[in-house]
C-alpha cells in the first residue's frame, strides 16, 4: 500500500467515525470513541498542500518544552499513530524529515510556493516502526513477548506489528515474535499490558522495559 492510499485510508476512517458519531440514524445503535485528537481540523488543508507540493507555515509547540514557533516546511506524508495524527515533513534549511504532531499545530498557512518533490517514502521508513518514532539511529530487532493466553487472543485478533508472528500456544502462555525497533513507542505499548506480558528476548529490550517498571513503581 502506498503512503498515500494508507494516508487517505486513514482519513477514511477517521470522517466515518465522525459521521456516524452525529448521524441521529446510527446514534442510538453504534456506539463510537467520544475522544477525538486536536488538529483534526487541518487534515484536508494538509492533504491539499501535500498532494500539490505547496510549501507550509504554521506555529508549533512542543510538548518538551521551548516557545511556540513559526515553522516553514514542505509536506511529504500524514500518518496516524496511536489514535493521534502526524505530518511528515522536509525542514528547507536541513532537508531533514521531521514530525509534527497536529494537536500541537496552529495558525496553518498554504503558501502558493512550489517545492521539488521530497526522496523520501513514508511506508518504507516506518515498516519497522511502532509509533511514530523511526528510530533511524537503530536497527529492528527480534523482539519476543510471552502473553498470557487471555490476553493472547486479542493479541492474535489485532496483531501489535505487522511483522507479528505467533510461535508457541500452550494453555499456559502465547509467544509472539517481532522484528522491529526497540522505540519508546513500542516500550509504552508493551507496559500497557502490565502483568498479561513478559519480555522474552532480547535481554536488551527486557532491560529497557524493567527500568521502565521500575521508574513508574518509584513513583508510588
Known sequence: ??????????????????????SH????????????????????????????????????????????????????ALKESQHRWYLLAEDPKGG??????????????????????????????????FGIINGVESRPEKIVLSFTPREGKYIQSLPLHHSQKEILKTDKEWQFEYYLLPTHDFIMEVLSYGADVKVLEPESFRNKVLKQLQAALDRY
Do not use: C, Q
Open 1 to 22: 500500500m502506498t503512503p498515500m492510499k494508507s494516508t487517505m485510508n486513514g482519513l477514511w476512517r477517521l470522517m466515518r467515525s465522525n459521521a456516524l458519531n452525529i
Open 25 to 76: 440514524n446510527f446514534s442510538r445503535h453504534v456506539i463510537v470513541e467520544k475522544r477525538k485528537p486536536l488538529g483534526a481540523e487541518n487534515l484536508h488543508g494538509l492533504l491539499h498542500a501535500i498532494k500539490n507540493s505547496y510549501s507550509i507555515s504554521f506555529l508549533y509547540e512542543k510538548y518538551s518544552g521551548g516557545d511556540l514557533r513559526r515553522r516553514v516546511v514542505n509536506p511529504v
Open 96 to 129: 531533514i524529515v521531521k514530525s509534527f504532531g497536529l494537536d500541537r499545530l496552529s495558525g496553518l498557512e498554504i503558501s502558493n510556493k512550489k517545492f521539488e518533490p521530497v526522496a523520501y517514502e513514508a511506508e518504507k521508513e516506518y515498516r519497522h516502526s
